[in-house]
Structure formats: structure tokens, C-alpha cells
């Protein structure tokens, strides 16, 4: 079973920027398409970025030009880097495959708040 561990969330001022990591096990993450994903207090977790084995990349609306997605196939790690932080992008950050397997890691809290 994949295990998924991320990290680097906080608390950041509004404008501010964070850069999230997750650590993926197994031998196949190059193989796969992999995503972030957040989910808000009262809301459906949602993708928000997701990039392909070739390295393409989507984004949704709302993240689109702040954040970054990217990913080092050698390392197995994912990365999403957040730049213009918004109070809207506070939230519980998780990665996994898209579309996402049944493994799910504990996320990591990102806090947008002056």
C-alpha cells in the first residue's frame, strides 16, 4: 500500500508563500499522475494542481499563476510551491495519485491569516 507523507505547511501572512512537500513510497510514483489536493473547513476536498508523468501540468481556476506543482521522480516527492497566499487558500493539503487512490496521509494545515 502507497504511503503518502506531507509536509511544510504553516501559518503565513496573507501575500506570503509556503512550499509543501510529500514523500511517496513504493516504485511506481513516476508511473502515476499525481495531485494536490485541499479540503476547507465545511467543504468537499478538492485538486488544485496535478501533474502528469510527462510533466504536464493543470491547475484550478483559482490557484492558477500563484502555485506551482512539480514533482521528482528520483527523490519519489512531490512538491507545491505557494506563492500570493490568499485567507481562501487556508485549508488541509494533501497529495495524492489522480484520480486518487484509497490512500490518503495525514495532510498538512496551511493558514492564511494576518
Known amino acids: 500500500q502507497v504511503q503518502l507523507v506531507e509536509s511544510g505547511g504553516g501559518l503565513v501572512q496573507p501575500g506570503g508563500s509556503l512550499r509543501l512537500s510529500c514523500q511517496v513510497s513504493?516504485?511506481?510514483?513516476?508511473?502515476?499522475?499525481m495531485g494536490w489536493y485541499r479540503q476547507a473547513p465545511g467543504r468537499q476536498r478538492e485538486l488544485v494542481a496535478l501533474?502528469?508523468?510527462?510533466?504536464?501540468?493543470n491547475y484550478e481556476d483559482s490557484v492558477k499563476g500563484r502555485f506551482t506543482i512539480s514533482r521528482d521522480d528520483a527523490k519519489n516527492t512531490l512538491y507545491l510551491q505557494m506563492s500570493s497566499l490568499k485567507p481562501e487558500d487556508t485549508a488541509v493539503y494533501y497529495c495524492?495519485?489522480?484520480?486518487?487512490?484509497?490512500?490518503w496521509g495525514q495532510g498538512t494545515q496551511v493558514t492564511v491569516s494576518s
Open positions: 495524492n495519485r489522480s484520480p486518487a487512490s484509497d490512500s
Open positions: 513504493g516504485r511506481t510514483f513516476w508511473f502515476y499522475a
Open positions: 501533474v502528469r508523468s510527462g510533466g504536464n501540468t
